[in-house]
């Protein structure tokens, strides 16, 4: 069984790009680092991408609104509720 997440993030606007991509990257690695006690992944997928949308809202950092969203699948446990 799995659940499926969508999370969105908006980065301060004075993060440089480099500083973005570094943080994306570790948010990327959290994939292959997070394992179970049985050595299973507990994130069976993990998608990263920029707002593409053509709201004025998510367009730039410079205003509010989501910049970026991540989609996880992650494995449940048999002690987790649904």
Do not use: H
Not at 47 to 54: A, E, F, L, T, W
Request: hydrophobic share 35%; charged share 25%.
């Amino acid at each position: 069984m799995s659940v499926t997440r969508v999370v969105q993030v908006q980065f301060k606007k004075d993060l440089s790009s480099d500083e973005i991509a570094k943080t994306l990257e570790q948010v990327r690695a959290m994939k292959d680092k997070c394992i179970s006690a049985s050595n299973t992944p507990y994130i069976k997928s993990l998608k990263i991408g920029k707002d593409q949308s053509s709201e004025p809202l998510n367009v730039t950092n410079d205003v509010p609104g989501a910049a970026w969203s991540l989609l996880t699948t992650c494995r449940t446990t048999s002690r987790t509720n649904l």
